[in-house]
């Protein structure tokens, strides 16, 4: 596609609820990134994926937070038993490499009630 | 892990007025980028600066990585360049390290 594209743009979930966000890249491109941004700050590392590989999975939170990319393309990441400070606007970017210019898609709102 | 600091954090502007918006990090990075956050919170791409001087319009960037800082520059601001201005650095191969970013307002 023309750009990163992220689905659902807006979720809200019940506490306890396990919710899945979806990132589909730009064509072509072998890293995936996501990112949390609280409101107010700058985005925060969560995990990456070079093709289908997970190689940093360092900014995960907690055991909670499960991510995906089976077939190298779209990406899932999931979070499990949902609370109130997961609230945050989940982003996705992608890259021709790991160091290269990432772009991101407009990212998910999670809302944890 | 690497730091990276943003000045100002607020700026306010009058359209028309130029500004400079500054980014340090502690150590030596391979990928600098700098993005334009709208009010819809997507992030908008404005360079690919690890190193030189770049320019697109009216935003110029440069980055000094012997020195570890970079610069974005905008002139004849406008209102719509209101936003979150991000600095974010790649040091190893992976992820970006976001700066706390820099609110711009522009005041007609």
């Known amino acids: 596609g023309a750009g990163v594209s992220q689905s659902p743009r807006y979720k809200v979930a019940k506490r306890g609820q396990d919710v899945a966000l979806r990132c589909d890249p730009i064509?072509?491109?072998?890293?995936l990134f996501w990112y949390q941004q609280a409101l107010g700050q700058g985005p925060e590392f969560l995990t990456y994926f070079q093709n289908e590989a997970q190689l940093d999975k360092s900014g995960l939170p907690s055991d909670r937070f499960f991510a995906e990319r089976p077939e190298g393309s779209v990406s899932t990441l999931k979070i499990q038993r949902t609370q109130q400070e997961d609230s945050a606007v989940y982003l996705c970017a992608s890259s021709f490499g790991s160091s290269l210019e990432a772009f991101f898609g407009q990212g998910t709102r999670l809302t944890v009630v | 892990g690497i730091q990276v600091e943003q000045s100002p954090p607020d700026l306010i502007l009058q359209e028309g007025a130029n500004s400079t918006l500054r980014c340090n990090f502690s150590d030596s990075v391979n990928n600098l980028q700098w993005f334009h956050q709208n009010p819809w919170g997507q992030l908008i791409n404005l360079f690919y600066?690890?190193?030189g001087t770049k320019q697109n319009g009216r935003l110029s960037a440069t980055t000094v990585a012997t020195e570890r800082y970079s610069l974005l520059y905008i002139s004849s601001s406008q209102t719509t360049d209101s936003g979150v201005y991000f600095c974010?650095?790649?040091?190893?191969?992976?992820?970006?390290?976001f700066g706390d970013g820099t609110t711009l307002t522009v005041k007609p």
């Open positions: 600066i690890p190193s």
């Open positions: 064509s072509g491109h072998v890293s």
């Open positions: 974010a650095v790649v040091r190893n191969a992976g992820k970006s390290t």
